[in-house]
């Protein structure tokens, strides 16, 4: 079983769009989504094409896929970049079957360089759902330290929830 990450090629972008897309409501309220707040497939894919291209300065999102043997099963993202200083990164292991393993601990030592590095980040900044217990406690098995717990809506597709900050500076990192 051979873990590796890389950026995401644009051919790929509809597998991590149809991740979202085809997800039962239980499982993205489980993860602090609402189904009903997805951006059409077609809307989603085309933001998502618009920004491919950009220098990594200008990207509003960036994402890195997770590959087990070579076969895409997870992707990891940030968004809320602020260059040179923060960006808000998520974690989504698509594969049920390859889930509560350790690979998204294996998969996020992997991933988190590229971000700090093409970014020039000083601090990485992650807020799971409060009440989604497996990247809350991945976070931590990386390194990631605990801020502080708080209600808010973090994104387009998240209901009011509880979520949980964690940060990982460059120092943290040792980098």
């Given at each position: 079983?051979?873990?590796?990450?890389?950026?995401?090629?644009?051919?790929?972008?509809?597998?991590?769009?149809?991740?979202?897309?085809?997800?039962?409501?239980?499982?993205?309220?489980?993860?602090?989504?609402?189904?009903?707040?997805?951006?059409?497939?077609?809307?989603?894919?085309k933001?998502?094409?618009?920004?491919?291209?950009?220098?990594y300065?200008?990207?509003?999102?960036?994402?890195?896929?997770?590959?087990?043997?070579?076969?895409?099963?997870?992707?990891?993202?940030?968004?809320?970049?602020?260059?040179?200083?923060?960006?808000?990164?998520?974690?989504?292991?698509?594969?049920?079957?390859?889930?509560?393993?350790?690979?998204?601990?294996?998969?996020?030592?992997?991933?988190?360089?590229?971000?700090?590095?093409?970014?020039?980040?000083?601090?990485?900044?992650?807020?799971?759902?409060?009440?989604?217990?497996?990247?809350?406690?991945?976070?931590?098995?990386?390194?990631?330290?605990?801020?502080?717990k708080?209600?808010?809506?973090?994104?387009?597709?998240?209901?009011?929830?509880?979520?949980?900050?964690?940060?990982l500076?460059?120092?943290?990192?040792?980098?």
């Open positions: 079983m051979i873990l590796s990450v890389r950026e995401m090629k644009k051919k790929e972008i509809e597998l991590m769009v149809d991740y979202f897309i085809n997800a039962d409501s239980e499982f993205l309220k489980s993860m602090g989504a609402n189904k009903n707040k997805l951006p059409s497939k077609v809307e989603w894919i933001k998502l094409n618009q920004g491919f291209e950009k220098p300065a200008d990207k509003e999102f960036y994402y890195i896929i997770w590959l087990l043997d070579d076969k895409p099963v997870g992707h990891s993202n940030i968004n809320k970049i602020k260059f040179g200083h923060a960006a808000t990164m998520h974690l989504h292991l698509w594969n049920t079957t390859k889930r509560k393993k350790g690979l998204g601990v294996e998969f996020l030592k992997k991933t988190i360089p590229f971000y700090f590095k093409n970014f020039k980040l000083e601090k990485l900044i992650c807020e799971p759902y409060a009440q989604n217990i497996a990247p809350n406690k991945t976070l931590v098995k990386v390194g990631f330290e605990f801020i502080k708080y209600e808010t809506i973090p994104g387009q597709i998240n209901f009011l929830q509880f979520v949980n900050r964690y940060e500076t460059k120092e943290q990192l040792g980098i």
